[in-house]
């Protein structure tokens, strides 16, 4: 039976960079789940009968709203849905399954990186046939819908046993609870030489991988261990928990620390890598040498022809703006197109579709290609082993090798986490004023160059984003990024994004927050965060 629901909106329902993001409490509120996916299928047209992949992190509430999704689509209409057993789906997998299904879309349920628990987040997130998040164009659509929505339509049937593989029948739609694992580990073994990274490991090669306790567990026992031979503890924190142990799942040195300290340490083993709450983000260190996530695309994109799904080289490069210029340097090399896209996966998809790039990253520990459309975590790390295996050099080695061609880019991001949205607003309101004045003046030690707002103009459907980011250039190449995070649920998140480039090889040595310091500096001069949000210093240094 099929019931319709009477509802008031809910007025806060704006997808952010990565779809909608809020703390579990307010998921829970009365109606608040169902308006919101009730407003995304009424912004499609064209499903009935198709396929729709839903999945998850596995975060707390996750079996909750499967169930709810699954009665929703069976009432609205929707012929099959694939669930990933458990209610487990790691981005990539489902962006993977998406396309591999030709689904006509998916609900991907996960805060990524954000701490899971019954007060802490939770979000939905819809993909579309192409098994890329979903363009402005319709999460815009999505938004306005949950404005005037005033029901949703839901079947009932009792709940599907997510932990048993099979095929069930539900309000007259079929749902097919599936291994979250198989498609995806036979995809990677399509792209890389699953026998030389072996014959890696088994030589001696130690790799220490953190799941975080997060949706990578299974999908690294599987590659990493049983395909691959990494000894089993070397896995770290497999079994994923629906609040991720107490921790954020977030692979950076703050949150990874027990990694970074292990592998800056004497018995540290040869590679180490993390991911984070849904699988889609990567964290690459070597011993004695963390690889910034920037200088990682640039290092996978220069050396990706070492594996066989890349062996024909790449198409192009794509980061999002506020992350390092290092990918430009091997784009020129190559000679291929260099894409420079606002912050989140949603606009490399486009471009990924078209066939003008192969390759992906953001700043943020998001880097993937064109297997999937979403970044993708274990995906990296077997690119890394792939390159390892075939070079026969550390990490160390392969990092010192690329600085000395292309020169580093010593790169950093501070985060001002939870400051209060009218403070954060004050700040960026202040720094837009004397944008165009800018040129020419000082900042600390520096002299500004160029200062805008970044404005993205999508070159295949010509859709253009306003108000991505504020840049500023400095003479002599290093440069300033400002940013309010599109992600976060409580308050503001103000980013500072710095880099500055060093061609010398006698100055590859530098600590990175020294050889930032100038940019620091003029960081302040110009936004004076103190000022406006009361921190002496940001929340988390990456
Ligand atoms: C952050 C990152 C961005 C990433 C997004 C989603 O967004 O900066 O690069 O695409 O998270 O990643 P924001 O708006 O908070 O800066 V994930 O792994 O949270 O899906
Ligand atoms: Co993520």
Not at 34 to 44: H, M
Not at 90 to 110: C, D, N, Q, V, W
Not at 187 to 204: H, K, P, W, Y
Not at 447 to 453: C, E, F, P
Request: with cysteine.
């Amino acid at each position: 039976m099929t019931r319709t629901v009477s509802i008031t909106p809910f007025k806060d329902q704006k997808p952010g960079t990565s779809g909608l993001r809020k703390k579990v409490p307010v998921f829970q509120a009365p109606g608040y789940t169902e308006a919101f996916i009730q407003s995304i299928f009424d912004s499609l047209e064209g499903f009935q009968g198709k396929t729709l992949v839903i999945g998850g992190d596995g975060r707390f509430y996750n079996r909750e709203v499967i169930q709810t999704a699954l009665r929703m689509a069976a009432a609205n209409g929707f012929g099959r849905v694939l669930v990933g057993r458990g209610g487990i789906l790691s981005t990539p997998a489902a962006s993977h399954m998406i396309r591999k299904y030709e689904a006509f879309g998916g609900l991907i349920l996960s805060a990524s990186h954000n701490p899971g628990g019954p007060t802490e987040d939770f979000g939905i997130k819809y993909n579309i046939s192409n098994g890329g998040p979903a363009p402005e164009t319709i999460t815009d659509a999505i938004y306005a819908r949950t404005q005037v929505i005033d029901r949703y339509r839901i079947a009932d049937f009792d709940d599907v046993d997510l932990d048993e593989l099979g095929t069930f029948e539900g309000g007259g739609m079929t749902i097919e609870v599936v291994d979250p694992v198989a498609d995806y580990a036979e995809l990677m073994e399509t792209l890389f030489d699953f026998g030389a990274i072996r014959a890696l490991v088994s030589g001696g090669f130690r790799v220490a991988f953190d799941a975080m306790h997060a949706v990578t567990g299974p999908y690294a026992s599987e590659i990493l261990v049983r395909r691959l031979g990494v000894d089993p503890a070397s896995v770290l924190n497999a079994t994923p928990l629906e609040d991720f142990g107490g921790h954020h799942p977030d692979p950076n040195l703050v949150h990874a620390r027990k990694l970074y300290d292990l592998m800056m340490s004497p018995e540290a083993p040869d590679f180490g890598a993390a991911s984070d709450g849904d699988g889609d983000r990567n964290l690459i260190i070597g011993r004695g040498v963390f690889v910034t996530p920037s200088d990682s695309l640039a290092m996978l994109a220069a050396n990706a022809h070492l594996a066989p799904g890349y062996k024909n080289g790449l198409k192009g490069i794509a980061r999002s703006m506020p992350t390092s210029g290092a990918a430009d340097r091997v784009a020129a090399k190559l000679g291929v197109e260099m894409h420079e896209t606002p912050t989140g996966w949603k606009f490399f998809g486009n471009l990924l579709d078209a066939g003008r790039c192969t390759i992906c990253g953001e700043e943020s520990a998001g880097t993937g290609s064109d297997h999937v459309r979403e970044k993708d975590g274990l995906w990296a790390v077997l690119l890394w082993l792939n390159i390892l295996a075939v070079r026969k050099q550390s990490v160390m080695e392969i990092v010192r090798d690329h600085w000395a061609e292309y020169g580093r880019t010593y790169y950093s991001r501070h985060d001002y986490e939870a400051i209060d949205t009218g403070q954060a607003n004050q700040l960026f309101s202040a720094l837009e004023g004397k944008l165009d004045s800018l040129a020419g003046h000082q900042a600390g030690s520096l002299t500004i160059a160029k200062a805008d707002s970044f404005t993205y103009h999508d070159p295949v459907d010509g859709s253009v984003s306003r108000n991505q980011g504020i840049r500023i250039f400095f003479e002599g190449g290093s440069r300033l990024v400002f940013r309010l995070s599109g992600t976060g649920t409580s308050g503001a998140t103000l980013r500072v994004y710095m880099e500055r480039h060093e061609p010398d090889p006698a100055h590859h040595d530098e600590e990175t927050q020294e050889a930032l310091a100038p940019v620091i500096e003029a960081a302040e001069a110009l936004a004076e965060i103190r000022k406006w949000t009361g921190r002496d210093s940001p929340t988390v240094i990456t």
